[in-house]
């Protein structure tokens, strides 16, 4: 044979033995990938900023020690909760976080990477001594940093940004519409590059199982988004590109160890969603660029839907159960209790997901996880499932319209609906399997005594006794099924009056905007009412209580404060879903911020009654009885992100103010509907 034909079957060998160890390196990165039920747990790095002692055993009881024997398979351990390219790790690429200025006083970063170990390192290696499988989390764009100023500076505010402030998508001074000025802008190379070496330095310095990329801390990428639109297709072939590289990066280190690094990602659980944000998900499994996805924070669409298009790529799903951040929660039924938990993972197992990420879920020796581990255990133990658990108002924080791309109904304390007589409103409950058991279901009706028809799984729901504050229905086990339940709504005969709120419901129940600074930012709860307090000029600063009324443009609604004012700027802001305005409360007058009308009073001599009457475009202010504002037709300012809700309180960043609050009362043209939740018991109950 010619030395060119055994040139030739020399190289045919060699690329069938390329592509022999290529199936086998995919088929074992698939084998690593499907491990059976995951429970992972995420740790956001801050235990090494608030230990104060530097020593290993300090760092791991806080929230790694306590996982050993609770079932959890894997821990994604990010060093360090803020800002692309600062780290509680020893890193050359990006810079170490060692400040111990403020409340980072008991960071040991420094004193751990002078004794050559860190955070990362300490974890990581206890994990795999352990048998608990580790990702480092590489936060692609937290901004938890965008409270820095020039003259308030952020201790961990990277230096790297300070010097190209060009690469960013605003500045503290100018910022963006939607998302953080903080966020780094990834249509510039730097920034690209940055993350790409930021994984490549951990793969070769660390005894890491995989790489976390999580695109939801947060989801700002492009300045088109940030400005209000959409990404480009150019932008998303960007974000596309960074994705094969990390890949590439991941492949090749990997090869060099012998051991794949599996490559994670947790995006939101809409496609459509991500592809705005400039996140063309579908396309990177497609691609098998991405080994384990985590869907979802503010879930919005079942997860059948998202298990569905993982399955047409060969990628296993986990169910981000993040916390609910719904203060306005009251009664028995709290979504971050141990009964929503099994619920949740529950529902997410029944839809076939591979397991569940715990986001900001900080207790390591909460006896839930023990529970979570064991999907047979779980389907006896008593459930609790919510409609909502987490409304998607995050959503629109980072993308105009953002709720809109959602597709299950939102039922919360702070979201909730207006039943009204010849109309029915229907909720999805997502539940795991009822293993034939019957149960029964929680509505937070505002008029115990209105008559309203609840249906489920088409079955008409018979009262039963009620709890404070609760009707209770009965639900026979033939109307339950695994997945979608319909639950319908319908009042059977008009009702009238309001709901009112007390001082003590105000301090107690519902949900605080703004920041809580003892020193500057307060509330007391007093013999007169609820004193808010703002005497704080920077961002964030002010206080206000957020009511859901559930209106709709064009009903009659009506909402009533009775309050005092002390000084400075108050206000009532109110919204309908499309129109919003502000009553301002001065110490000398009253004004309808968006119509530009006015009435001069003095507001601190007394309690006054504040009603505000909406029709349509039509608003109307009486005080105490009397009509001092008439805005017929000014009702047209643009409501911030479609929202519906009254919030009252105090301030603005920049501006002070002082008011006693003593009752609210919302009024609409039927009843609310406030809460919901299916509470199914114990197997053997």
Known sequence: MSPHWLSIGFWLMGAAASAAEAADWRAERERLANRPWRVVFD???????????????????????????????TVFYCSRSSGLGVFTHDTKVGEAFTSQAGRYHGNITGELIRQVTDPLRIVADFCRANGIEVFWTLRMNDCHDAVHRPDRPYPAFSALKA???????????????????SAYDFAVPQVRDLA??????????YAVDGIHLDFLRHPSFFREVAAGGKATPAELDLMTDLMRRMRRTTEELGQARHRPFLLAIRVPDSMDYCRALGLDVERWLQEELVDLLVAGEFQMNPWQETVAMGRRHGVPVLAGLSESRLPAESGPFRRQARESYRGRAAAAQAAGCSGVYLFNFYDAGRPVLRELQNPSLLRNLAQWYFATIRPRDEATRWLAGGASYGTMPVLAPDHPWVLKPGGRR??????????????????RIGAPTAKVQVTCGGEVLAPEPDEPGWSRFAVPATALRPGLN???????????????FTAADLSRKWAVRGRQKSETVYEELGPDGLRIVD???????????????????????AATVRMRVLGGYNSVAFADGRHEDRLVLLP????????????????????????????GTDCRILVDGVLRIDAAGDFTGAAAGSRSLVLCGAATSVETGEAIWQRVVLETDGVLLRD??????????
């Open 43 to 73: 740790n956001d790095g801050m235990d090494a900023q608030f230990v104060g002692v530097p020593t290993a055993d300090a760092l791991l009881d806080v929230r790694t020690r306590p996982l050993v024997g609770t079932g959890v398979t």
């Open 163 to 181: 010097a190209h402030p060009d690469w960013l998508l605003g500045s503290w001074d100018r910022r963006p519409q939607y998302g953080n000025w």
């Open 196 to 205: 790409v070496a930021c994984v490549a330095e951990v793969c070769r310095n």
């Open 426 to 443: 229907e909720a999805l409950l997502e539940i795991g399997d009822p293993a034939g058991r019957p149960a029964s279901l929680y509505a």
């Open 486 to 500: 319909p639950v319908g709504f319908e009042l059977l005969e008009p009702v009238s009056g309001g709901t009112s």
């Open 535 to 557: 005497r704080g000029t920077g961002t964030g600063d002010y206080h206000y209580r957020s009511f859901g009324w559930a209106v709709e443009p064009g009903d009659r609604v």
């Open 588 to 615: 000398d007058r009253i004004r309808l911020e968006a119509a530009g009308r006015e009435w001069a009073m003095d507001t601190t001599d007394r309690f006054h009654d504040y009603r505000i009457e909406l029709a």
């Open 676 to 685: 919901l939740v299916l509470v199914l018991p114990d197997a053997d109950r």
